[in-house]
């Protein structure tokens, strides 16, 4: 599945947003972290999973 794709206008502020995931998938321990330029960056490419 992967995530839906929203276009959405977001400014061009810089001001970081570094989000983590640590979790299981079928038995393996994964990692996500990822750094994006704003909030509302992060909000558009991510959708709800990382809802601040």
Known sequence: MQAQQVNAPCTMELDPVTVTAVG?????????????????VLSVQTGAVFDI
């Open 24 to 40: 299981r998938w079928h038995g393996s321990v994964v990692s996500f972290e990822q750094t994006y330029s704003n909030s509302c």
